[in-house]
């Protein structure tokens, strides 16, 4: 069962990030999965950031997160055991989703800006937006295998679109990029939205 169904339409109450770090400094380790999923929403990133690594650079978008089980499991006070089968709890509920490439704790949350009321403060509509920019968001590298890069971007783009053209850059992604000549001049979702290619025509 989701623990998380419904707590997203409540309302909210702004907290500084610091207030929070503060209280798990007092209390190191968290209660249970309610708590605990208190502080990956607090440890994830809050804006988009280039993540050194030895092997490549990963790009970690808004809502996103590479840190390693060990380290979640000092954030957490947890064994690295009971770590892993929480994160595995979230990724089967939904409430987090493993995104593809070379970081193997490469996570997203879906819908962050709704859990932090960014994006539908005064406006009702928001959550569906974020919702629909979701399907989106995950079709398009599901079918491209592109790098999740640029996230922001791309919904900053995808909030200008009709809602036409949002339903036409879902359905026609398989459109576009089966009929590239060569798949290594894939473009980005940003550079796909930006540049309308869901319009282009093919036979």
């Keep these: 069962m989701n623990i998380f169904n419904d707590l997203k339409v409540s309302g909210y109450v702004m907290i500084p ?7 798990f400094e007092e209390c190191p380790e968290a209660s249970g999965d309610m708590a605990a999923f208190l ?5 994830v990133n809050y804006k988009e950031a280039t993540m050194k690594r030895q092997e490549s650079d990963i790009v970690c978008g808004r809502g996103e ?14 064994s690295i055991g009971r770590t892993r089968r929480f994160f595995g709890r979230l990724m089967a509920d939904g409430n987090i989703e493993k995104l593809k490439g070379d970081a193997l704790t490469h996570i997203r949350i ?8 960014k994006k539908i403060t005064g406006s009702a509509g928001a959550g ?6 979701c399907e989106f968001w995950n079709e398009y590298h599901e079918i491209t295998h592109m790098p999740r890069q640029s996230r922001e971007s791309a919904f900053s783009i995808w909030k200008k679109l009709s809602q036409a053209d949002r339903k036409m850059a879902t359905e026609h992604i398989e459109d576009y990029y089966f009929h590239l000549r060569d798949t290594k001049y894939c473009r980005q979702a940003a550079g796909y939205l930006d540049g309308g290619l869901f319009r282009d025509e093919y036979e």
């Design 128 to 133: 569906a937006l974020e919702a629909s920019f």
């Design 110 to 117: 879906p819908g962050y800006d709704v859990w932090t009321g």
């Design 65 to 78: 997160s590479v840190i390693s089980f060990r380290h979640w499991s000092e954030i957490l006070g947890w």
């Design 39 to 43: 502080r990956v929403l607090t440890y």
């Design 17 to 23: 990030r610091s207030l929070l770090l503060k209280a």
